[in-house]
């Protein structure tokens, strides 16, 4: 399997913010989410559940919505705006003012045509969207109190809103209130907010209030079809099924309860809604919901995307809170790491030891703790996209939505306990737009961007000056979200979401190979020591190499690529970081959320039918296998070798996470 020793980094204290809101879009199949902090994150279905997109927001604007509209995705909060964002660029693109206040809900019309707000005002507000254009048409009738949310019936042209101890249904088409349906106070001077609402085809609405309730109502007559108490607190989120036969319902108390429209008997045609399941997998909140065609997607405060798949109670999988692009830079020669916090940097240089064991699994005594260098802040606490250090730590940088930003770094009594640090930022020869992904060259030559124009520009690095030294215009249609470079320093690899991976010449400012289009997105790509193959592995849980001399996959790919083991590709877990070391040049290391794997090339595959437990070799087993797996090391954001024989595997706990959470609603369990 291969020895070494490990750097086990735990001081890298990221913490994922809370989910606020859940979409799905049915053009794209993709689901967007936000979180507290502003961010947005869609994630592709078509790529078992790959993150391939993160817009990148600000503690001060909070988003309160998200709306699908084809392919379009919109944004509203508690500025009174509505955001398009261009999901090339992961920018915002274009805005409308609502001018009634704080935007709560939003919601679209099935033609694409327009979008309904509602807002702090009590006005439900119509955008008008047609030929890729956002602005402002028109507000209905104002009503009392503040519209928290909405839903639209395209063909009944009506609009359903939910509010304060009531809710209303709004023609379209004359902006006036058709029935108004009231909801009763247990106590007089406890109001009963209605959360979120749903109309139905047949004119079935849906409501959840604050008393707990999911309540069923006749949308011609405005009268209670049915109630149902649920849950212990407050209802925050509905979603219904394209079928329109199954509702959700979620809140306070995180379970998720499943409603169908149903038959009472065998021997009777006669339909009602009843409770037919619940799901107890979250910790706190549950803020948002959406279905797709297959699972329920659920999300709230305790960070984690949850998807259970509807008919098979087994089939449920967990994505993990930490962005899957990279927020841990390795400067090998310096033995040091750049860690990336949502609006700052940290380089810390790590611990070391002259001990070695040949005792498996040992703890080395530590010689020299792990020390903070620099904590470099961003200005106005704006959210970096994406960072990089060298090999030798002597340059760092980032890019956020206000540009792209490069430091020189100068180190000085590097062997001491506590080296002098000085950082200069540098002003001239830096392209003016933002960044989606950087990497350094290992000489320090060098440094590639990916742009949020779709090129690639090489700068040129001084000591005394950085220029421009070559770029690639239009080089895709789609955004760049995989860069690796060759330890020769000579070769560039970039992936982009259209499946386009290219080998370009760094000095030589050619276009050196063209990967073969696999229909897989690329989750993590590296070359191999010699800089003559690239490895790449694929959201479909494949791993290929390609020879880039030659300009064709190499002959152990092109044995093994259609014998990758059944149970192996349904694996959930997306592979994110993947590595190679002179010292094991016949062994790829890689690395999902839960494990760390090798996979040895000198090795045979294990059977195409292959049972789960039969696919990988553990530590000391005899068992032989191309798969070994390591289970010791667990929640790993990053791993990376810095020496021959060291490793760097940096961790975040699921409990360290969770200690930073807000308390949850207590429930009375059973024996307590």
Request: charged share 25%; hydrophobic share 35%; proline share 3%.
């Amino acid at each position: 399997m291969g020895e070494f020793r490990v750097h086990r980094v735990r001081f890298f204290e990221y913490q994922p913010k809370a989910i606020q809101c859940i979409v799905y879009g049915k053009e794209v199949n993709k689901v967007a989410l936000s979180r507290s902090d502003g961010c947005i994150e869609t994630w592709d279905l078509k790529n078992d559940w790959y993150q391939d997109k993160v817009i990148q927001g600000s503690e001060s604007k909070s988003i309160e919505t998200l709306c699908w509209q084809g392919e379009r995705l919109y944004s509203a909060g508690l500025d009174g705006d509505v955001v398009e964002y261009d999901l090339k660029k992961l920018e915002p693109k274009a805005s409308a003012s609502s001018n009634a206040g704080p935007v709560w809900c939003l919601t679209t019309e099935s033609h694409g045509k327009f979008l309904a707000a509602g807002t702090e005002d009590g006005c439900v507000v119509l955008f008008d969207t047609d030929y890729n254009s956002l602005q402002y048409y028109r507000s209905f009738d104002k009503q009392e109190g503040r519209i928290l949310s909405i839903a639209w019936n395209t063909s009944l042209e009506v609009i359903l809103t939910g509010g304060v101890d009531n809710m209303r249904l709004w023609s379209v088409k004359s902006g006036h209130a058709v029935q108004r349906m009231t909801l009763g106070r247990v106590e007089k001077s406890k109001e009963t907010i209605v959360w979120c609402v749903a109309i139905l085809s047949d004119m079935t609405l849906v409501s959840g209030d604050s008393r707990g309730r999911t309540i069923f109502w006749n949308g011609k007559q405005g009268t209670q079809i049915k109630s149902f108490q649920m849950h212990q607190a407050d209802v925050l989120c509905l979603a219904v099924h394209q079928d329109e036969k199954q509702v959700f319902s979620s809140g306070v108390d995180p379970k998720v309860v499943q409603f169908q429209y149903t038959t009472t008997s065998r021997e009777s045609d006669w339909k009602m809604w009843v409770r037919t399941k619940i799901w107890y997998q979250h910790t706190h909140d549950v803020r948002a919901m959406a279905v797709t065609p297959t699972d329920v997607v659920s999300g709230g405060v305790d960070t984690t995307l949850l998807a259970n798949r509807l008919g098979n109670e087994k089939n449920k999988r967990k994505m993990r809170s930490i962005p899957m692009h990279q927020l841990v830079g390795v400067a090998k020669d310096r033995n040091a790491l750049l860690l990336q916090y949502p609006d700052y940097l940290e380089l810390w240089r790590l611990g070391n030891t002259r001990k070695t064991s040949e005792k498996d699994g040992e703890v080395l005594p530590e010689e020299i703790p792990p020390q903070k260098l620099i904590q470099l802040k961003t200005k106005d606490g704006q959210h970096i996209a994406c960072s990089a250090i060298s090999s030798r730590a002597n340059w760092m940088s980032y890019s956020d939505i206000d540009g792209f930003k490069l430091y020189k770094i100068t180190m000085t009594d590097t062997e001491s306990i506590s080296p002098s640090v000085d950082l200069r930022k540098v002003k001239k020869g830096l392209p003016s737009y933002s960044a989606h992904r950087i990497v350094f060259t290992p000489d320090e030559k060098f440094l590639v961007i990916a742009t949020s124009c779709q090129k690639i520009v090489v700068i040129s690095l001084d000591e005394d000056s950085v220029s421009l030294y070559h770029a690639w215009d239009d080089y895709t249609e789609e955004s760049i979200h995989q860069l690796s470079v060759s330890s020769n320093s000579k070769l560039v690899a970039v992936a982009d979401l259209s499946y386009k991976i290219t080998v370009l010449g760094v000095e030589s400012k050619e276009v050196v190979s063209q990967l073969p289009s696999y229909k897989s997105t690329v989750t993590a790509m590296t070359f191999t020591p010699d800089s003559r193959n690239l490895i790449t592995a694929h959201a479909d849980q494949k791993i290929y190499e390609f020879d880039v001399e030659k300009k064709e996959y190499s002959d152990w790919c092109r044995e093994v690529c259609n014998k990758f083991p059944n149970a192996w590709k349904k694996r959930h877990q997306i592979i994110h970081h993947i590595s190679t070391s002179p010292r094991y040049p016949d062994k790829i290391f890689f690395c999902d959320l839960d494990k760390f794997f090798i996979l040895d090339k000198t090795q045979p595959f294990p059977s195409i039918g292959s049972k789960p437990f039969n696919l990988v070799a553990r530590p000391n087993s005899s068992k032989v296998s191309a798969f070994h797996v390591c289970t010791r090391f667990r929640y790993l954001i990053h791993m990376d070798f810095v020496n021959d024989d060291w490793v760097v595997m940096v961790e975040r706990t699921k409990l360290a996470m969770m200690e930073s959470l807000p308390m949850a609603m207590q429930q009375k369990k059973f024996g307590t």
